[in-house]
């Protein structure tokens, strides 16, 4: 076991790392005798074998199937059984399950969670039926609503060649073909202590979790070595590319443009933080540009906003979008919203923007530390994407170190128009 | 050893099957003393292991770096002391080499390519080198080319999952990446007697050829196994999707319009061959629809055509194309093609059109069976691509029991312009 010192501000947390490779972030917070219990597996869909897209995903469902110690529905029926909450999700990078219980349950929570990282029991009589959960899964929420479908082909045209342009619960044919051997060769491949990271926030002390993480998760064998992420850079765009859905059901049609970027794993010093910044300029409720610009002012559109997925292990996405007002077309809004950033680009940000969008990120981050969960859950995301707990606890000082300069530098070399892809969701009149 | 007996019209050729899983095709020729022998490997691009782009045709140009009986050079300089012609190139789907000389040197090439095909040597010294060789290549015919590059951006959009998707060349960044050891890696897993296609065109006979391939690609051991080609399905579209380059070294503008449609590999029965009548029907030389409509009838075009890759694996790709009038908009330009589409879909097409497509496909069939080349190379693709040589020898009673009301039912189902990919290449007055 080692122990990582760490300056921070905020609250005191603690990094140790068991013998076994496992991962273990502490963050006290005592103002309620509740822990948060979560664990972090540094795989995601993008993570996904070739042809066996959705796996990451559909194992996730296939973690609450039982082990040779605690059949299926024990692990929930006692989470629930002690009043407690219980959640789990994949995403590109990650895959994570969550417990929130009283203090004195934490010891129960990580006995069922180490049980389940190494004691997986498969039958085809629980994986298949599974398997039609997520089928309809995915029916219900992508192939019948044409803007998860939009969203869908938009992510395969702004990444072609990377992962991160598959869906993360996975194509249906793909789905389809997805079966036990699939699911444990993944589960062998990924969950080991090595490859996860524990977070616990609440009412207790390091020396406590570490002791309970020891008698629990320590007894497991380190697996010898991580495993890797095998994945394709994304070529630089060289085109612009523009992608049009029309669909009889929708009702407000919209507009999104959208980038490859860099995340804060991939980013030269201060750019992913200029972007942040950006973003918060052009989407501030109220008062950002977008608003302004189109709603406002030109009365072109009803809403807009924009959206940065800065947590990410490779280069990732950043969008813009706007829904019209009912008289205008797509295309003259996607106009103006170019316009909006070139307008930036020219020009720059005013200092009381700078200073507003630093101010309410920083509020923001300080706002949602106040939630446990949500606590866990920005350390967890950091770690599990390559990032340092350093790098959380000085982010607050690299979002105020961000110049308006820097602002105009990332918009003009990361948002430009030639490489932009636009989404168009349409209402399809003819049908 | 085995023989299958093959009904056909045209060339009277065999098709032997040596005992270490070597195909033999043999097209008899005997118009002049000379043969031309061809070897097709059953892998190209598509089956690059995802990483490694541009590992098949990289190894095709490591094909010439000698063995440890020929050093290299040594092959070429025979071919050209003997008079004859030599060429290699790799596809999506397969990579083939080819030797055009007269016939009693054909047992000489045989000894050459049967020692190549597991006997090849390679060093740094000679893998480094050759990469910077094709980054050249990819440099000069890709990186400085916007037609090329929209070409690909193109094909990444049309196909987002499956590597038909992927340059045949490679992503610059990973053929920067290629080394020793992929290549001998990549070697070893698909340069196999079992996956190999040999195809000799000429005046020889089955007897001598199969004579000739025992004493020489006979003697290399069977590898136990065919390798398996692993690619993932391309999922249905969903959006149509439009792709714009700009560069101020454009000099003429145009418009492409692509769709994902079967090859004659996955087609339903006579789709395939609907679809070649109709890329006839549509662009045939002076007399085609894109032609009459847009040039002759709108001159909104100065000039149209279409293009169909049909022999191929798995689903391919169709393609129609126009140069605008120097007044005229790619928006309008693309408009127009698609009415030219709906045409045919709302009124179907001519018989004298119908018939005149199909003597032509079937007279140009038979015009390339004069060049002893490309009578090799068609049975040489066909059967890389997993048709028969039955399904060549069938294939003008196939085109010629397509109807006019086929050609209109694979417009509708195929090329919708819902799932269209278009692309844009302009040029860039502001730069």
Known sequence: MTTEPHSHKGPDIAHVTLHNGLEIVVIPDHRTPVVTHMVWYRNGSADDPV?????????????????????????????????????????????????RVSREHL?????????????????????????????????????????????ESLASTLFTHHPYGKPIIGFMHEIEGLNREDALAYYRRFYTPENAILVVAGDVTETEVVRLAEDTYGRIPARGQKPERQ??????????????????????????????????????????????????ILSAHGTGRLHRKLVMDQKIAVAAGAWYQSTAVDRSRLMLYALPHPDGTLEALEEAIENVLTDIVQHGVEDHELRRAKTRLIADTVYAQDSQSSLARMYGSALATGSSLKDVTDWPDAIDAVTAEDVKQVTKKWLNRRHVVSGYLLKDEAA
């Open 51 to 99: 042809g066996k897209s959705g796996i990451a995903h559909f194992l996730e469902h296939l973690m609450f199937k039982g082990t040779d110690k605690h059949p299926q529905g024990e692990f929930s029926d006692v989470v629930t059984a002690l009043g407690g909450q219980e959640n789990a999700f994949t995403s590109y990078d990650y895959t994570a399950y969550f417990q």
């Open 107 to 151: 010891k129960t929570m990580m006995e069922f969670e180490a049980d389940r990282m190494t004691g997986l029991v498969l039958s085809d009589d629980v994986v298949n039926p599974e398997r039609d959960v997520v089928i309809e899964e995915r029916r219900m929420r992508t192939d019948t609503d044409p803007s998860a479908q939009l969203g």
């Open 231 to 280: 994945r394709p850079r994304e070529p630089d765009a060289r085109a612009a590319r523009r992608v049009v859905l029309a669909d009889p059901k929708v009702e407000q049609p919209s507009v999104q443009l959208a980038w490859v970027v860099p995340s804060y794993k991939t980013a030269e010093k201060g750019e992913a933080e200029a972007l942040e910044v950006l973003v918060q």
